[in-house]
C-alpha cells in the first residue's frame, strides 16, 4: 500500500496540558503535562518534515532555528522552517513572531539576558483557521492557549534564548549566530489550485495544500516525492482504509482519497518538487 499511517509519540512539556484535542486521550493528574504529539515515519526512513500537534497552557521560549547552511555546518542533515495551523485559541491566544523593530546583534542578546526580549517580540493575535509559515533564522514564540498543528523540516534542534525562568538550558550563543533580528515578513498566502484544493503557504522548504471536497479522488505523487495527509476534522478513506482527525499518513505513488461530508485534510510536500496531481 503506497500510503501508511505513522505512530505517535507523546512529549512530556513543561508549558503543556492534560486536556488535549478530540482523538487524543486526556492526560492523567499523575503524569506531567503532554505539549505535543509527533508522527513518527517508519525505522529507515529519513523525512524531510515532521508533523505534530501542540496543545499550550503556557508560552513557550522564545527561541530560533537554524537554516540548512547553518544546520549542515554543524553536522544535522536540514534546517528547520516551520508552519503552523491553528485549530484552536482562547481569546487572547498570540504567536509572537519576529521583533517589533530591527536591533543591533549585541542589543538582542542583552535583551535576552535581562528578560526584555519578551516585549521586543511581536505578538500576533491569532484565532482558528489562522495559518502563518516561520523560515528557519525568525525568532518566534507560541502562546498559551492554543491547539495547532506544526509541520516543520524534520530537525529536533531548537536553540532558546528566553524560557521566563524555567530551569531549562539557554543557547544564547547558537541562537545569536543564526537568528534574523528583524520584524517579520510574511511568506503565507492562499491560492486556489483548483477548486477545494487551497495553498495555504508556499515557504522556502515546503508547501501546504487544504483539501475540502466531499467523494473520492486520486492523489498522483511524482516519483521520489512524499506527501503527509493530515486529516483535520471528519473522516476518510485512503485506498479504502479508515483515516480520521488525530493522524498522519504518508504516501508516495498514486493513492485514492475519499472525505466524507464536512470534512477536511492537509497535504504537506517539499517546495522545489513537482506538484503532486489530484484528479476526480
Known sequence: MPAS??????????????????????????????GEIWFQAPAGCDPELLVKYLFTAERLSIQVHPDDAAAQAAGFP??????????AAEPDAVIGVGLTKTVTPQELR?????????????WHPVKAGDVIYSPAGTIHAIGAGLTLIEVQQSLDL?????????????????????????????????REIRPARVALTEGVKFV????????????????????????????GLIDGVPMAAGECWLAHGRINIALMPQSTCLCAYIADQALPILSD
Open 208 to 235: 501546504l495544500e487544504q483539501w475540502d471536497w466531499t467523494g473520492t479522488r486520486e492523489l498522483e505523487l511524482p516519483e521520489d516525492v512524499r506527501g503527509w495527509i493530515i486529516p483535520v476534522t471528519g473522516t
Open 5 to 34: 499511517r505513522l505512530t505517535t509519540i507523546r512529549v512530556e512539556k513543561p508549558w503543556g496540558r492534560r486536556n488535549l484535542w478530540p482523538g487524543f486521550d486526556s492526560v492523567a493528574d499523575s503524569d506531567a503535562p503532554v
Open 158 to 190: 531548537t536553540y532558546r534564548l528566553y524560557d521566563y525562568g524555567r530551569p531549562r538550558a539557554l543557547h544564547l550563543e547558537e541562537a545569536m549566530a543564526v537568528s534574523m533580528p528583524i520584524p517579520f515578513t510574511p511568506v503565507t498566502r492562499e
Open 110 to 122: 542583552a535583551a535576552a539576558l535581562d528578560g526584555q526580549i519578551e516585549p521586543l517580540l511581536h
Open 78 to 87: 536540514r534546517g528547520k522552517d516551520e508552519a503552523w495551523v491553528v485549530l
